[in-house]
Nanobody, 119 residues
Framework: QVQLVESGGGLAQPGGSLRLSCAAS????????MDWYRQAPGKQRELVAG???????NYVDSVKGRFTISRDNAKNTVSLQMNSLKPEDTAVYYC?????????????WGQGTQVTVSS
């Protein structure tokens, strides 16, 4: 199994910044992608940003230019720098990892961390 431990999050004012971090435990699984998802009350969970093992990234349109995802492959950590925060960014943010083992793919999730953007 892969354990994902998230840190960061909390309360920020509109226009402010927060940084989320996620560390994956050592395991025999080969993690090839790490992502951040979020889920606001009453809404479906959505992919916010992802980074592959080759460093390629993707973002949902609503956060492009404001959020930056980065990954340290050696440490199996992924971070999400969130700038110019808006109230609509308020959600529980989840770290997600896709991994392979014995030719099979697996999904692992963190416990979630609350991000609240409010004045």
């Amino acid at each position: 199994q892969v354990q994902l431990v998230e840190s960061g999050g909390g309360l920020a004012q509109p226009g402010g910044s927060l940084r989320l971090s996620c560390a994956a435990s050592r395991s025999s699984f080969n993690i090839f992608a790490m992502d951040w998802y979020r889920q606001a009350p009453g809404k479906q969970r959505e992919l916010v940003a992802g980074v592959a093992s080759d460093g390629s990234t993707n973002y949902v349109d609503s956060v492009k230019g404001r959020f930056t995802i980065s990954r340290d492959n050696a440490k199996n950590t992924v971070s999400l720098q969130m700038n110019s925060l808006k109230p609509e960014d308020t959600a529980v943010y989840y770290c997600h990892a896709k991994a392979r083992k014995f030719g099979n793919e697996f999904d692992f999730w963190g416990q979630g961390t609350q991000v609240t953007v409010s004045s």
